[in-house]
């Protein structure tokens, strides 16, 4: 069953190659934006990877980069079949090129489209790998003598500032680990050693939150440490006064600010699709009526074009036979091989 049959006089296969050469040529404009798009995206999440635990999330800027890249070749080549389909004579020539053409195409097509689900989709995927990446990016702040976690301090401070967040969850964070290096600690005073011995781990924890915290806009002086203790300060209360420094935790700052771009790009990223898509179809359209022309000696005649020969089902079992067959024929000889070798010799 023919799917969605159309008629086109000469001059209106004419537009619709003229139309489709511009059409294309946008589309490869937006190829190269969504390479763009994923490296940027790429960009971004690389310059936090010391507090991400997994790069599991990366699957979507390397995606957008594939697709991007293949979108150029395939509107390439569109745009020299729409050249071609102005002149009758020339345009045979790619006949035995079109059908794997359209198959590669709609695949990455469909992979644009799978790219802007996951945009969508990795919110939990990011929030676990950063909830993992901040913890151990805390753990880790006070060792600023240790190969390779020598600049994590700097790292996290940077981060806090930035985002304006404090801590994994919120600031609290801070009061679970020594994040005070035990090179800047008087073991000798009796405080660091009342201190060490109350923790079982030997730690030193303090009610007390790195300078990053810190709020600049607040019209208190920061406060820094001791932040449980009502009389450590001039008229402060833990519980009910605002507290100066940053209240939301740097794993709701990081998954809102990704979450924001992956949408923005996602969001734009559909738009090429639908453009994509739009190239394809009209590009079907424009094969199957001038295949109608060939061998005919007038060339401007009314031909029809169609989108699908046969339906949706019998056309995906067309594509998908040759390559199911191929990899039957493959494991057919590979058990012939085998049944081969261990058949014992004819006695004679």
Known sequence: MVVMKMKFPFQKRVKLAQGLWLLSWCATVAGATTFTLGCLLKTELLRRAEVM???????????????????????????????????????????????????????????????VIMSYAMKGSLESSLKAGLRNGIRFYKDTDTPG??????????????????????????????????????????????RVKSNVDGRYLVDGVPFSCCNPRSPRPCMQYQLTNNSAHYNYDYLTEELNIYLRGCREALVHYYMGLMNTIGAGVLSIFILQGSVLVSLRFLQTAMEAVAGKENTEIETEGYLLEKGVKDTIMEYLDPVLKFFLLKNGGKVEEGDAAEKPPAVP
């Open 149 to 194: 976690r020598c600049f994590q301090k700097q790292n996290i401070d940077r981060l806090q500032m930035d985002f304006e967040c404090c801590g994994n969850n919120d600031f609290r964070d801070w009061f679970e680990v020594q994040w005070i290096s035990n090179r800047y600690l008087d073991f000798s005073s009796k405080e660091v050693k009342d």
């Open 53 to 115: 635990d997994n790069a599991d999330i990366h699957i979507v800027p390397n995606t957008l980069m594939i697709v991007g890249l293949a979108s150029l070749g395939i509107n390439y080549f569109a745009s020299k079949i729409c050249q071609d389909a102005l002149d009758a004579g020339r345009f045979p020539r790619w006949k035995n090129f079109l059908k794997p053409y359209f198959a590669v195409s709609c695949f990455f097509t469909v992979l644009m489209l799978l790219s």
